[in-house]
């Protein structure tokens, strides 16, 4: 029998679930306050032109592929796919740049004309201590179930592989086990940086999130029209399974009948009744009370301390000149990593700070041809966008240190070039409750996983989905999380079935909910 199941935001994860819920033959309805679905995957016109605002590094290209596949479809017939050759272009200063490749040969041949022989040897074993990582946790972890504490993942991983729980290296920081593999400071930057996919600090996350290098090397993928493009395919997905889309109001309140979730009122008055309901959004924002004082009671918040990073975002169209030929994807480093962090840990922009500039134009094979293009700027913030205003003074000193960090590796940027800005506050709009942090939860210590928010909340019913949720931060995580949601949620009501009378939809609880795992 067919189950209603409303779904609140129309992310990455929301949309997969969307997908998955609606092939199965349920009645889905998405609630999205936005005119688009992509949630974060979304574009802002510059110039006259759509850049895309949010990510834009795609990987793990399997996790859509089986995703269409479940759904009865292909991904191929649905976007525009090709896989890059250059991973990243990466400099210091303008005098070299060093490129990582999809051929993992070449990369430690580019590695060792950087740095010689020593280095390309750290850069074989780091590859191969990454792809055990990533061998150990990624069926038993990033596509399994949240699970509570280690023992649970000693258990999954198998009881007699216990020197698999230490080879995942959860007691080291990153950046303590990168100087094992790199003397070269500027090697062990480069792989330090891959903390901050998931928003974090390489000096205080675990050294096991050496993965997300295996996992960049699987395969970096280029999609025409960007993550807008892969949301918009996804959202067909979905409708082409009967999936009903209600864009432009936000959910107001979560209903809950019999101790259990029955609905959603939106911020217009109508109601969305529903046998199961899955928040696409910040668990900060349930947290909070956004969807009101009984589903403010489903999670737990992780307060002001434990928020990943936001982010000083520049939406660009602009002409680029100067020694450093621009790649797809390029990162230009600070002379200082460690200050860098101190900033933001102090609750200021770095002073002088690692860019990472996207160029949406390019794809290593096309260069361009001097005119305008499309460019997204990032340097990392703190997530104060709920407790501080960035002035137009701040602004204006935020945008001269990325331009003379650009400067310092050969690249400038035509003068007032035509741009929108994003700051913490920007972010904080976007994603209420949570001060503009984009990845949720930091991911520091070794316990940070363990206590992710799951995909089961306290109240019966009610499930989490998105980058903020287990498995992760990231396109292919939010995806993950949204396929863990839709499975969950059928188990769920399949056992209610079997061993529970049906909850009517339509009225509001005022009760405390259970306690209960968040698993």
């Known amino acids: 029998m067919a189950a209603r199941v409303a779904i609140i935001g129309a992310g990455i994860g929301g ?3 969307a997908a998955l819920l609606a092939a199965r033959g349920h009645a889905v309805t998405v609630i999205e306050k936005a005119a688009h679905p992509g ?5 802002i016109a510059v110039d006259g032109v759509a850049v895309d605002a949010g990510p834009t590094v795609f990987t793990l290209r399997d996790v859509f592929d089986e995703i269409f596949h479940e759904c009865g479809a292909s991904l191929a017939d649905h976007v525009t796919i090709r896989r890059a050759q250059v991973l990243a272009r990466h400099a210091w200063d303008e005098t070299r740049q060093l490129d990582l490749h999809a051929d993992p040969a070449r990369s430690e041949e580019a590695i060792g004309d950087f740095a010689g022989a020593g280095a390309a040897a750290g850069f074989r074993a780091f590859r191969a ?3 055990r990582i990533h061998g150990i946790l990624d069926a038993t972890m990033l596509r399994g179930s949240k699970l509570a504490w280690p023992p649970s993942l000693m258990w999954r991983i198998g009881l007699w592989r216990l020197g698999d729980l230490l080879a995942i290296r959860p007691y080291e920081s990153l950046w303590a086990v990168l100087g094992q593999h790199f003397a070269d400071p500027r090697l062990r930057q480069l792989f330090a940086r891959y903390a901050t996919y998931c928003g974090s600090s390489p000096f205080a996350t675990p050294a096991t999130l050496m993965l997300i290098a295996h996992v960049e090397s ?3 993928w280029l999609i025409d029209g960007g993550m807008s493009a892969l949301a918009q395919a996804l959202m067909n997905l979905a409708k082409a399974h009967g999936a009903q889309f209600r864009f432009g109001t936000g959910a107001a309140m979560l209903e809950t009948a019999l101790g259990r979730a029955s609905g959603v009122v939106l911020a217009n008055g109508d109601h969305v009744a529903a046998d199961a309901v899955i928040a696409n959004a910040d668990p900060e924002a349930l947290a909070a009370g956004r969807l009101g004082p009984v589903a403010a009671m489903a999670v737990s918040s992780h307060g002001v301390r434990k928020r990943s990073l936001s982010a000083m975002v520049w939406l660009a169209h602009a002409r680029s000149s100067g020694s450093f030929p621009l790649q797809r994807h390029n990162v230009l480093f600070s002379p200082d990593y460690p200050r ?3 900033d933001i840990a102090g609750g200021r ?9 996207c160029a949406q134009d390019r794809d290593g094979a096309l260069a361009n041809d001097g005119g305008r293009e499309r460019l997204q700027i990032i340097v990392n913030a703190p997530a104060n966008g709920d407790s501080h205003v960035y002035t137009e003074k701040e602004r204006d000193q935020c945008t001269l240190a990325m331009s003379r960090a650009l ?4 690249l400038e940027l035509e003068p007032d070039f035509p741009r929108v800005l994003l700051t913490p506050n920007a972010f904080e709009t976007f994603s209420p409750s949570t001060g503009g942090a984009i990845y949720g939860r930091a991911s520091h210590g070794w316990a940070a996983s363990f206590l992710r928010q799951g995909t089961r909340t306290r109240i019966p019913g009610l499930y989490c989905a998105g980058g903020s949720t287990h498995p992760g931060a990231g396109v292919p995580m939010a995806a993950l999380s949204g396929r863990l949601a839709a499975q969950v949620v059928m188990q769920d009501l399949a056992s209610m079935r079997r061993f529970h009378p049906v909850a009517t939809a339509g009225g509001m609880s005022t009760r405390s909910a259970p306690a209960g795992a968040t698993g």
């Open 349 to 357: 922009p770095p002073a002088d700070p690692s860019v990472y500039v």
């Open 340 to 342: 860098e962090f101190r």
């Open 407 to 410: 400067q310092r590796c050969g």
């Open 129 to 131: 201590e990454a792809a």
């Open 15 to 17: 949309l997969a679930a």
């Open 218 to 220: 699987l395969g970096v």
């Open 39 to 43: 949630g974060k995957a979304r574009q």
